[in-house]
């Protein structure tokens, strides 16, 4: 069984010179650019491990690992004897106040990152962390501690003891991937997958100043899918993301991975097939397609399903190690953009070994939605030499920035279409291991582009754990 895709199969060449722009663009508009303004060092020695290919200090899935919200900058990280810490600092400052809040990583294994969010209703700094298909440990700081940072000072009294639930509701126990996200009236939401890889789904929960709520899941496992190898019974949806525009939509792209290996040409691939699109105009209760057809209800008996229509905006078969949970963001006009990565079909129609293959001849392309409705795709021009996932984020003039492995970034104009990709830092001097992970809220706020990275290391050597910046066009 397959899907069309949307994108009906086009792709443009980064170095196409086609009038693909998403509307016209301002004549003053200045294209993009990254201006190194400084680095400083979070901890000298943190924590180091190598699990799933990556680090605990530096999944890039982690929303939000680096965050700014009032003129400071915040941060959360493992040291070396696996103490949870978060920094804070003045938007600029090179110095970092730091505080343990009093957990432990139980376990070496990377997906157990630290996620912080803000309720902005009432203040607070929420922490969630150190999971992978088990039991979290949740933090919340004082209320309005996030509202005057001048004022309180930066202590472990101003955080509450570490608990096992969200101040009384346990959710699930097998809980992964918290997001927190900022919604439009000031709540705090968080996503987070119930259930194993292969075999899970998303879930939504809400925070409004004073209790959680669970609003349930909105993703099935279930169904049928069928390749041209084999089929599966069963899956989960791994997120690219899921960010409000400033409208209030709630935007989420997707690959589906399945559980049976037996849809794969080989055993040394990996399952996951697709990128698929949905959005939500009432905070997360309902989701629909791309044509605006409600295809799930959170916490209802319909939820978002392998075998619904309409999802599916690039297909693409289980055979080229397409990554999961790479990156979106949204533009100033709220229209949705992705970063997808996958070995393109020139270089064979069966990957045999997904880390080599996507080391090897893997590729990135930047997809998004035009001001037509038209979904468009460009690959860009830059080998991986990774395996690992690639950040997107877009300046006030709408230019987008793919922050590759290793602190590599390369960009492309709004005015070109998105055609004209190129390398504006080569990652020079980072010694960066791999992923990094970029401050989502800080480019609104100062116009900086600040990503936290860790130094390669071997072993279970610590290693320094860094924050770099770079000024964007003014």
Request: aromatic fraction near 10%.
């Amino acid at each position: 069984m397959r899907r069309r895709t949307l994108l009906a199969g086009a792709i443009v060449s980064a170095v196409s010179t086609s009038a693909l722009t998403g509307g016209t663009a301002r004549a003053a508009d200045p294209g993009p650019s990254v201006t190194r303004t400084g680095t400083t060092t979070l901890d000298g020695q943190a924590v180091f491990f190598v699990s799933y290919d990556g680090l605990v200090n530096n999944n890039s899935f982690q929303k939000n690992g680096l965050l700014t919200y009032k003129g400071h900058q915040y941060a959360v990280w493992y040291t070396a004897d696996k103490n949870a810490v978060v920094g804070r600092r003045v938007l600029g400052g090179s110095t970092w106040s730091t505080v343990r809040v009093g957990h432990t990583l139980k376990a070496s294994d990377s997906h157990n990152v630290i996620s912080m969010g803000v309720s902005k209703v009432d203040g607070r700094l929420h922490l969630n962390m150190d999971s992978h298909s088990d039991g979290f440990t949740y933090v919340k700081s004082v209320a309005g501690l996030m509202d005057d940072p001048s004022g309180l000072s930066w202590t472990a009294a101003r955080f509450g003891a570490p608990q096992s639930t969200l101040d009384g509701l346990a959710l699930t126990s097998q809980f992964t991937y918290p997001q927190f996200i900022s919604a439009p009236d000031g709540k705090l939401q968080l996503s987070y997958r119930v259930g194993i890889s292969g075999n899970g789904r998303n879930a939504l929960a809400e925070y409004n100043g004073s209790s959680w709520t669970d609003l349930g899941e909105w993703s099935a496992s279930t169904g049928t899918y069928t390749s041209e190898h084999g089929s599966s019974t069963a899956r989960n949806m791994y997120l690219h993301g899921i960010d409000y525009d400033r409208n209030g939509r709630l935007h989420s792209f997707f690959t589906w991975r399945e559980q049976n290996g037996a849809v794969m040409c080989s055993s040394g691939g990996i399952t996951n097939h697709d990128t698929g699109y949905v959005y939500s105009d009432d905070r997360g209760r309902t989701w629909r397609n791309n044509a605006g057809t409600v295809v799930g209800t959170t916490g209802g008996s319909d939820k978002v399903a392998v075998t619904d229509s309409g999802l599916v905006i690039d297909a693409l078969n289980p055979d080229h190690s397409l990554m999961n949970q790479e990156s979106q963001f949204t533009d100033s006009a709220g229209l949705p953009h992705a970063i997808i990565s996958y070995v393109p079909g020139r270089f064979g129609q069966c990957t045999t070994n997904y880390v080599a293959d996507r080391t090897a001849n893997g590729r990135a392309f930047h997809v998004r939605k035009n001001s037509s409705g038209a979904w468009q795709k460009t690959e860009i021009p830059v080998v991986l030499g990774s395996s690992q996932r690639t950040k997107l984020l877009l300046d006030k003039y709408d230019n987008a920035y793919a922050v590759f492995p290793f602190g590599r970034i390369a960009a492309a104009s709004r005015s070109s279409g998105y055609t004209d990709w190129k390398i504006l830092f080569d990652g020079s001097g980072l010694n960066a291991f791999g992923e990094v992970v970029i401050d989502e809220t800080r480019i609104a706020q100062d116009n900086v582009l600040s990503f936290m990275y860790q130094e390669k290391s071997s072993g279970t050597t610590p290693s320094a754990l860094h924050v770099v910046d770079f000024a964007l066009p003014a």
